[in-house]
Each structure stands twice: as C-alpha cells, then as structure tokens.
C-alpha cells in the first residue's frame, strides 16, 4: 500500500513564527512529490520536487526532499494569519496513470 | 491558466436518490481525471481515474456499481453517487492534467455532498 505521511497532524502558531511541516513516504518508485495548500475548497499548488536535495523557494514558504531518507519538508517562515490551512503532500504516480496519493494533512492555525 | 470547472458546488439531498456531478476542463483536452473524496479533517483519498473512452480503474474499497463515472469526452467526466446514503456526505473533487502523465494537476472547485 502507497503511504504517505504528514505531520504534525494540526499545529498551532503565532503570527511571526517559523514552521516545518514533515512529509514521509515508504514508496519510491514515483516521480515527483507535490505540496498543497487547501484553505477552503480547492488545494492550491505550492511546490513539485523530484530530485534529492534541491531546494525549492517561494516568498516565505521553501521546500526540500530527501530520497535517501524518504522525506520532505515545507518551511514557512514569518507565518502569517493567512498561512492558515491544511498543507497536503502527495506523490505523483508516471506510471499510473498520473494519479495523485496524498498524506493526511497538516492542519496549521496561525493565531495573531 | 488551465482550468477545471466543477459542478454543482454543493447538493443536499434524501437518501436514496441519486447525484450526478460534474468535472469538466474548460480549456484544455484531458485524457485523464481523477476522482477524490475527503471527508471533514481527513486528507483527500483517491476514489477512481476517469479515462476517456473507456472504464475508469477504480481505486480499492471504493464501489463502482455505487460511485459510477464516465468520460465520454476529453472535457467531461461526470462521477453520479448512486442510492446516496448518509454516510456518502463529503466532499468530492475532481482533477485533471493536460497529459495523463503531467504532475501540473488542476483541481475543480469540489462538491459538498450532503445526503439526509
């Protein structure tokens, strides 16, 4: 069975704070490993990785895998009231079909 | 940017009837959708992939004589909750990509289904 796992399952912060939310895997034969932010609806895409060891940036927010230890990591830095939401990882199957396996979710409140 | 379109966004309904909801890519042809399901606090769990032309592949412990997809198009796929029960209230959303092997995924907008 694929498995994807997130945590914590939900964190609570403050306006200000720095954040690492951990994405851990026991498969490897995908091809890449996404980051989501779901707010209300639809997840938004944050990051897609694919090779070891390169970090990937945007604003605030920076992300890296690790192949040889079957992980990755979301950094937010200064976290805003508006960072919060559920940060879902997930892992992209090329080799069926495309489809999508995603960890439970990390639920983060930031708190002014 | 592509675009998925959902419909409808959210569906009350009494248990026992049906539900048809749709998922179409707005400006793009999408060989490939994919079918979710998250319940409230949970992550989203794949339910089926929706191939154009042919059967969709089902993922394990989901039932397909209940969750019945077709795709009759390259912009459409359509995911009707037979018999709904109140256990099938959720949120259901939908993505497709350009190529079945592109990770770009673009998600709709998800239907909250609540059966009573």
């Known amino acids: 069975e694929d498995k994807v796992v997130q945590s914590p399952l939900s964190l609570v912060v403050h306006e200000g704070d720095t954040v690492t939310l951990n994405c851990s895997y026991e498969?490897?034969?995908?091809?890449?490993l996404l980051w989501y932010k779901q707010e209300k609806k639809a997840p938004t895409f944050l990051f897609m990785l694919t090779s070891s060891g390169i970090e990937k940036k945007s604003g605030r927010l920076s992300s890296i895998l690790d192949k040889k230890e079957l992980f990755s990591i979301l950094n937010i830095t200064a976290t805003q009231t508006g960072d919060s939401a559920i940060y879902l990882c997930?892992?992209?199957?090329?080799?069926?079909?495309?489809?999508?396996?995603f960890g439970q979710g990390t639920e983060l409140s930031v708190k002014p | 940017g592509a675009v998925v379109s959902q419909h409808p966004s959210w569906v009350i309904c009494k248990s026992g009837t049906s539900v048809k909801i749709e998922c179409r890519s707005l400006d793009f042809q999408a060989t490939t959708m994919f079918w979710y399901r998250q319940f409230p606090k949970q992550s989203l769990m794949l339910m089926a992939t929706?191939?154009?032309?042919?059967?969709?592949?089902?993922e394990q412990g989901v039932e397909k004589d209940k969750f019945l997809i077709n795709h009759a198009s390259l912009t459409l796929s359509t995911l009707t909750v037979t018999s709904a029960h109140p256990e099938d209230s959720s949120f259901y959303i939908c993505s497709a990509a350009r190529e079945s092997t592109n990770e770009k995924l673009f998600f709709g907008s998800g239907t909250q289904l609540s059966v009573l």
């Open positions: 498969v490897t034969n995908f091809r890449s």
């Open positions: 929706s191939n154009e032309g042919s059967k969709a592949t089902y």
């Open positions: 997930a892992l992209f199957f090329y080799n069926q079909g495309g489809k999508l396996i």
